[in-house]
């Protein structure tokens, strides 16, 4: 049997200093089948070129920007030449490189959000549709065991028809001008130019939305949303609240936030149907509470041997040895890399492997960010409280 070689991976961004990129870098490598073999890892040639000493790239293989890259990849033969493009830069660096790498022959890894603007999420979205290449785009909290259990089980109908959702990221980290103290991520995460018009929304909320559907399988049909800025001198929000209510008539709650102060990531997410309930925390991401009318709750753990196919693919530690964040980034590189090998030998992935966000995913995302600034803006859903005497 010929040997598969591992695949080859060019990274843009995540070079010094940078938060993601080395979180997508260590999740990538962690199961063997991908390696980093090139990078552009920032916007300064110098800094790249320190990010890839730093890393070990042959430094032929370092670039001074994304379209060189892609250029000079092209020339070396295929087997030599990287499989992989990851995008890990701000968001107004999104678009931009996924096309040109798809276009010229590459699979793409993108953070979210998909794009900067929805123009662009639309655009792009016709050019993955038309690709021959695969699409991943890292919504890393559906990466998790328990995750990936809770959303067999809605699918299976244990907890029955859903009735309710309610998802809630809080974060704390932006409950001052942190901007204005030369903190990287803040100062370009609270300009629209650079992240996008939603602030909390588009960086968390998306990431919450886009869990409630995961999970449930279900679709949302309509919002209604309240964004507001609480820190004074912030352009965009950093704070808000949506209701949603889906294809089925289920209603959810749906809460972000960076300003609730001390408050780390405890994304959140409950689902309750007319025969049982799951309750999911990041804080405590390898266990899951399922809840009976009639006997008490229990909690399954990830690594043991009652849960599902889902959660069993996704898992490589015992009970009791805590998985995290990193592994929830790997089982989506992971499905992605073995999809690609699938591909090459001819065979069709198994479903399992296939499950991870795409281009669904990145649309509805904008399209998320679109209608909830939209919604907030306008003063139609709201009904005054007014007591009559
Ligand atoms: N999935 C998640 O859980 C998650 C978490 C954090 C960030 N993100 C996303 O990841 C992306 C990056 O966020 P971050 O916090 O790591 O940002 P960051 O500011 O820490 O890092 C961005 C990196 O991109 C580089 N860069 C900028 N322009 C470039 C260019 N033209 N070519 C090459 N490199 C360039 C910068 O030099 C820097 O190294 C964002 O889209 C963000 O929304 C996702």
């Known amino acids: 049997m010929a040997i598969q070689k591992k695949l080859k991976m060019g990274m843009v961004g995540g070079g010094p200093g940078a938060f993601i990129g080395a979180i997508h870098r260590s999740a990538a490598l962690m199961d063997g089948l991908i390696e980093l073999t090139a990078g552009a890892f920032s916007s300064n040639p110098d800094k790249s070129k320190q990010a890839g000493e ?20 092209l020339l070396l033969p295929e087997g030599e030449r990287i499989d992989i493009i990851s995008i890990v830069t701000p968001n107004n660096v999104h678009f931009d490189p996924t096309k040109k790498a798809l276009e010229n022959g590459f699979h793409v890894v993108l953070d979210k959000p998909m794009t900067l603007t929805y123009d662009e999420a639309k ?11 695969l699409f991943c785009l890292t919504h890393t909290y559906t990466g998790y065991p328990m995750i990936k259990q809770m ?4 699918a299976n109908g244990e907890i029955g028809t859903v009735k309710k959702v309610y998802v809630e990221y809080p974060q704390g980290w932006l409950y001052k001008l942190l901007e204005h103290e030369n903190n990287k991520q803040a100062e370009w995460r609270t300009d629209p130019a650079r992240n ?9 909320g998306t990431h919450a939305f886009n869990l409630a559907e995961y999970v449930t399988g279900m679709q949302v049909a ?3 949303a309240d964004l507001d800025i609480k820190v004074e001198g912030r352009p965009i929000d950093d704070d808000g609240a949506v209701l949603m209510r889906f294809e089925n008539n289920a209603s959810g709650i749906l809460t972000a936030s960076q300003v609730d102060t001390g408050c780390e990531n405890n994304l959140k997410i409950r689902v309750y149907g007319d025969k049982g309930g799951l309750e999911w925390q990041q804080e ?7 809840r009976w009318p009639n006997k008490a709750a229990e909690t399954y753990r990830a690594g043991t041997g009652y849960l599902g196919s889902m959660a069993n693919e996704n898992t ?9 964040y990193i592994e929830a980034f790997a089982n989506i590189y992971r499905n992605f890399a073995r999809c690609i090998y699938a591909l090459r030998k001819g065979e069709e992935p198994k479903a399992e492997w296939r499950d991870f966000p795409g281009a669904e995913d990145g649309i509805r995302g904008m399209a998320f960010i679109e209608l909830v600034l939209a919604s907030s803006a306008s003063d139609q859903k709201w009904t005054p409280f007014i007591v009559e005497k």
């Open 54 to 73: 730093e890393l070990m790239i042959d430094p032929s293989r370092v670039y001074s920007s994304y379209d060189e890259m892609i250029q000079k990849e």
């Open 123 to 133: 655009e792009l979205y016709k050019i993955i549709k038309k690709s021959d290449k």
């Open 151 to 154: 959303k067999q089980m809605i």
């Open 196 to 204: 996008g018009k939603a602030g909390c929304f588009g960086d968390i």
């Open 222 to 224: 309509k919002i209604c």
């Open 284 to 290: 405590d991401n390898n266990s899951l509470v399922v």
């Open 316 to 324: 490589r530690t015992p009970a009791g040895h805590p998985e995290g």
